[in-house]
């Protein structure tokens, strides 16, 4: 009860500003189970809206589910059934890691590499996050 008092309280005194400014809109990865595969239906669209390479989020995906997938068509053919919350989870994670400025939290990024090693840069705000190595 106190706890809930404290959030809302919380809430209220956030600024209108962070709520409602244009927010970055997460694309939702569109998928079905159908026998044994899970296809996801956008998956090359929704790659695309946050400028990413269909095979980075591919590796991305497979490493984190254990299964192997294909690429046909603009879609996704993966081994085994997943729920699309499961999915949209790791896309979220994803997104947080390797598109979100870890700084600004704007998407104005793209990756670069330094010294070999894969770092975010952001062209909003300058920063720099190096990346964790996928696979
Ligand atoms: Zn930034």
Redesign the pocket.
């Known amino acids: 009860m106190e706890y809930e008092k404290m959030l809302n309280r919380l809430y209220m005194s956030l600024p209108e500003k962070t709520t409602s400014k244009e927010r970055f809109e997460l694309p939702v990865m569109e998928s079905s189970v159908q026998g044994k595969k899970t296809i996801i239906k956008n998956f090359s669209q929704a790659l695309k809206t946050v400028k990413r390479g269909e095979k980075h989020f591919y590796k991305y995906l497979t490493k984190e589910t254990a299964t192997a997938a294909a690429m046909d068509e603009g879609k996704l053919v993966m081994n085994g059934k997943f729920f699309p919350d499961s999915i949209n989870k790791l896309f979220t994670n994803y997104i947080n890691e390797y598109v979100?400025?870890?700084?600004?939290?704007?998407p104005?990024?793209e990756i670069i590499e330094r010294n070999g090693v894969k770092v975010l840069k952001?062209?909003?705000?300058?920063?720099l996050n190096p990346l964790k190595k996928i696979g």
């Open positions: 979100l400025c870890h700084e600004c939290k704007k104005d990024t952001c062209t909003a705000c300058g920063a």
